[in-house]
């Protein structure tokens, strides 16, 4: 894949692992170099869609948090796929909704949903849960019957 080539040429140190599985590719990158990163990927190679972006939240261990980013190349009809593992008390990334728009209202429900900060959101703060809610639900160790 050129998009694969050109990054780990581009960013060779920003990649710890990568790998293609049922044609779509999928790189393990580097959580302080994910906005360069996303930056080359739409200036350079056309991904000028960030189609989802997601948490997967490994508890118990650790790093704990793996943020997945799914990019579209429309011109090249081309998917990829980025992963940054991150943990810690107070897990916290870039945000890239500098790069594309739609990661803003993505990263504001991983904020309310997990909890894990994006340094240079330009509005981070609770999109699905009210303001007074403690803690954030889908985090595994998040009480069922909430907290009381």
Sequence with gaps: MPDAVALMESEPLAIIDGGCERGEWTFQIE???IRPVCEFLKSHRGYRMLSNSTVVDCYPSEPRFEVVYHLLCH????????KCKIGGEQPEISSVSMVWNSA???EREIFDLFGIRFIGHPD????????TWEGHPLRKDYPVTGYR
């Design 124 to 131: 981070l703060r609770r999109i699905l849960l009210p303001d």
């Design 75 to 82: 011109d090249s009809k081309q998917r990829l796929r980025l």
């Design 31 to 33: 959580p302080n170099q």
């Design 104 to 106: 803003d209202w993505f």
